[in-house]
């Protein structure tokens, strides 16, 4: 079974809106094992509309249409799917008296053109609307079948997970679970974990039932995802289970979360489980780790707080540095302690180091030196020598510090 | 002049990452006149990535192929691309030096695969890499053109503008000049400022050379981008100077910057024209303001640093909070007030809300108290409610507290 997307709207095309709700229709075809293979963003313009569903149904066996059906001159997209469907327009009255209902019930004045939401063309079952005033559609092409419904991201989602999923099955007669896991790892390039991958993947490719993918995900590391088709959900885990297995003995040491982990998330959990707080000292990131680790709800009970250390002398003043080079391990290791003791934490992490344009105490651009004091006052230090410009230099240091502070705490 | 975009990668229709880049190509492209009608998303298989680019290459006069450029297996960008030109791929051995360079310069070993990256389709010109290791090419296909992009999308970002669009705007025969102007506003919605300047909407509708149109940004605001056509740069300047004035008229108590200015730019500009230096204290955000204003290269010269006190009891002991609710404008004072005394600046700026999920303090989710206090001693509070969730309400705190530095600095 195959559903491809076409997303309708010239702001989609020109960058205005960015098209969330094809990936997400995506993610909810490959949970229940059907296949998007192509999906569009095509503008509000009837043959081009038309084009585009007429090519995708030569191909797949269902299309979902998002958006173009509000009241406006440019919503196409009901027009489009009747000359697909080679049927005409008709209003249908349930539809129209909703519609006037809902403006009625929001004490709104309804604009005439609104009741063209309430046209459907011949032939087409209505997929009721719940939430916004735009139905959808589900419209049989012979054997094939196109939805429409609207590009309003909470009203696509409702209509998409309680009839067109439950449809879609029902025509597909497939009975197998998809399933897909995610190794999340930092510290070797997408080629390297290939590299060390490819026995594994060479047995995969042998087996029919389970796909290995890399993602690279920029400063986020690189994900290892596996795809797992079976009879039944647990066949599907114990597929799963078994694989990745298979891939920890080979790359665990650098596989730091699974799925909605990521590095801060699974770094504050190592802290609360040892009952632990931490407190920062931040130069060059100036503030992003501390930014990181507070995105996640219920950081509070870990994390103390930070001090930004940006000008040298708050680095000597507040922290306790000895004069001298503020980028270098020595200078790490004081701020790290320095931050500890003034904020009362358990643990110190610090960073300092180079993010450019300039060189910096003769570092080049790129140096970036981290800090950890644990509970027993031992401290460690490391020196980074990362790549990119600025922005990347000081992302590439958040998680390369939580990532070293994560080791220590293993 | 048509160009169309094809985005690969299974990861891409599957959801798991979503494609911005083919929105962030169709403005770039929008800007200078360029029409993108179609943009598609394929997964990473070789047919189907062939099939797609014919497509686009029959109704487009160029496409731009973003992704699959990598070392992996499942990176088939530059093999599809060769079969739709019949060619072969070859070696090509300076970007193989390259590749070698940026790996030894990291220290990094090499894997045999990553000089796939080096193999390019026989006629094609390479786009030198600046920031990765895959290079981009350009491939003539008759009298038509694919441009092939990694799908990282800094990467991308950079093909894009300096190479990708002046090759198109060459090919295209264009001699007029099209540029255009952005300005920056906070703190009306995207209604409120096409109401106020409607008027003047009509009147650009009767004028064939100039465009406005408004990009919804978030939580950076709502931009009105001002586009003019004229036959010289200095006719475009002059068109576009005239209607920035226009509009600056209606709404310039709104407008923060002007194109590549954003909130924190700005700010940072207006203290370093005081010669001011700025110590924040941050609670509800922190540290995503320091992380802010520290992105701006040369932000040492006038951010001091800040406390990012998170835990109540910091805020008490480093910032000499009085006891009792943190979450309240007394508090935001105090705060204020001790990150100045204690990291030496001229100005303090501090924030305390709630992000949730829970209230706090009897302060329901979205609630944000700001304190400036200026060299005077004048201290400025304000309370602001901000909708959205957890990551919606800290980003929103940024950018109102610094647009709240911002008013008390003018």
Redesign the interface.
């Given at each position: 079974m195959r559903c491809d997307v076409v997303a309708v709207g010239t702001e989609?095309?020109?960058?205005?809106?960015?098209?969330?709700n094809?990936?997400?229709?995506?993610?909810?075809l490959?949970t229940v094992g059907i296949n998007?293979?192509?999906?569009?963003?095509?503008?509000d313009?009837k043959d081009?509309i038309v084009a585009?569903i007429r090519?995708r149904l030569q191909e797949a066996d269902a299309v979902v249409v998002c958006g173009g059906l509000g009241p406006t001159h440019d919503d196409l997209t009901r027009e489009a799917i009747a000359t697909v469907m080679g049927v005409s327009l008709e209003l249908d009255d349930d539809i129209a008296a909703v519609i006037e209902a809902m403006f009625a019930s929001r004490k709104r004045r309804m604009p005439a053109n609104n009741l063209k939401q309430a046209e459907v063309p011949v032939g087409a079952q209505v997929i009721a609307q719940t939430r916004g005033t735009a139905p959808g559609l589900i419209c049989p092409v012979g054997t094939k079948v196109i939805y429409a419904v609207p590009g309003v991201p909470h009203e696509m989602r409702d209509m998409v997970e309680r009839v067109i999923i439950p449809d879609l099955i029902a025509r597909s007669g497939e009975t197998a679970v998809i399933a897909?896991r995610?190794l999340r790892t930092w510290g070797d390039?997408?080629?390297?974990l290939?590299?060390r991958l490819q026995p594994l993947?060479n047995e995969l490719d042998r087996s029919p039932n389970t796909t290995l993918?890399?993602?690279?995900?920029?400063w986020e590391g690189i994900?290892v995802?596996l795809t797992a088709k079976a009879e039944t959900k647990d066949a599907v885990d114990t597929l799963l289970n078994s694989w990745e297995q298979r891939v920890r003995e080979v790359v665990g040491d650098i596989v730091f979360g699974v799925d909605g982990d990521n590095m801060e998330s699974v770094v504050l959990a190592m802290l609360r489980k040892r009952g632990l707080?931490l407190a920062?000292a931040?130069s060059v990131?100036?503030?992003?780790?501390?930014?990181r680790?507070?995105?996640i709800?219920g950081?509070?009970d870990v994390?103390?707080?930070?001090?930004?250390?940006?000008?040298s002398?708050?680095k000597h003043?507040?922290l306790h540095v000895s004069p001298g080079p503020v980028v270098s391990e020595a200078a790490a290791a004081q701020m790290a302690q320095g931050a500890k003791d003034?904020?009362?934490a358990d643990v110190g992490l610090a960073l300092t180091g180079v993010?450019?344009?300039d060189q910096q105490d003769g570092q080049p651009v790129g140096t970036l030196c981290v800090a950890v004091v644990l509970p027993d006052g031992q401290v460690h230090t490391k020196t980074f020598?990362l790549?990119?410009?600025?922005?990347?230099m000081?992302q590439m240091s958040v998680i390369s510090s939580l990532d070293m502070l994560r080791g220590l705490l293993a």
């Amino acid at each position: 079974m195959r559903c491809d997307v076409v997303a309708v709207g010239t702001e989609l095309l020109l960058g205005q809106i960015v098209d969330t709700n094809s990936s997400w229709i995506g993610e909810q075809l490959a949970t229940v094992g059907i296949n998007s293979l192509l999906q569009i963003k095509v503008g509000d313009n009837k043959d081009r509309i038309v084009a585009a569903i007429r090519d995708r149904l030569q191909e797949a066996d269902a299309v979902v249409v998002c958006g173009g059906l509000g009241p406006t001159h440019d919503d196409l997209t009901r027009e489009a799917i009747a000359t697909v469907m080679g049927v005409s327009l008709e209003l249908d009255d349930d539809i129209a008296a909703v519609i006037e209902a809902m403006f009625a019930s929001r004490k709104r004045r309804m604009p005439a053109n609104n009741l063209k939401q309430a046209e459907v063309p011949v032939g087409a079952q209505v997929i009721a609307q719940t939430r916004g005033t735009a139905p959808g559609l589900i419209c049989p092409v012979g054997t094939k079948v196109i939805y429409a419904v609207p590009g309003v991201p909470h009203e696509m989602r409702d209509m998409v997970e309680r009839v067109i999923i439950p449809d879609l099955i029902a025509r597909s007669g497939e009975t197998a679970v998809i399933a897909s896991r995610v190794l999340r790892t930092w510290g070797d390039s997408e080629s390297g974990l290939n590299e060390r991958l490819q026995p594994l993947i060479n047995e995969l490719d042998r087996s029919p039932n389970t796909t290995l993918a890399f993602l690279a995900s920029g400063w986020e590391g690189i994900k290892v995802r596996l795809t797992a088709k079976a009879e039944t959900k647990d066949a599907v885990d114990t597929l799963l289970n078994s694989w990745e297995q298979r891939v920890r003995e080979v790359v665990g040491d650098i596989v730091f979360g699974v799925d909605g982990d990521n590095m801060e998330s699974v770094v504050l959990a190592m802290l609360r489980k040892r009952g632990l707080t931490l407190a920062l000292a931040e130069s060059v990131t100036g503030g992003l780790v501390s930014g990181r680790l507070t995105q996640i709800a219920g950081a509070s009970d870990v994390f103390r707080g930070a001090v930004v250390s940006y000008a040298s002398d708050v680095k000597h003043d507040v922290l306790h540095v000895s004069p001298g080079p503020v980028v270098s391990e020595a200078a790490a290791a004081q701020m790290a302690q320095g931050a500890k003791d003034l904020l009362g934490a358990d643990v110190g992490l610090a960073l300092t180091g180079v993010a450019g344009p300039d060189q910096q105490d003769g570092q080049p651009v790129g140096t970036l030196c981290v800090a950890v004091v644990l509970p027993d006052g031992q401290v460690h230090t490391k020196t980074f020598v990362l790549p990119g410009q600025r922005e990347q230099m000081r992302q590439m240091s958040v998680i390369s510090s939580l990532d070293m502070l994560r080791g220590l705490l293993a």
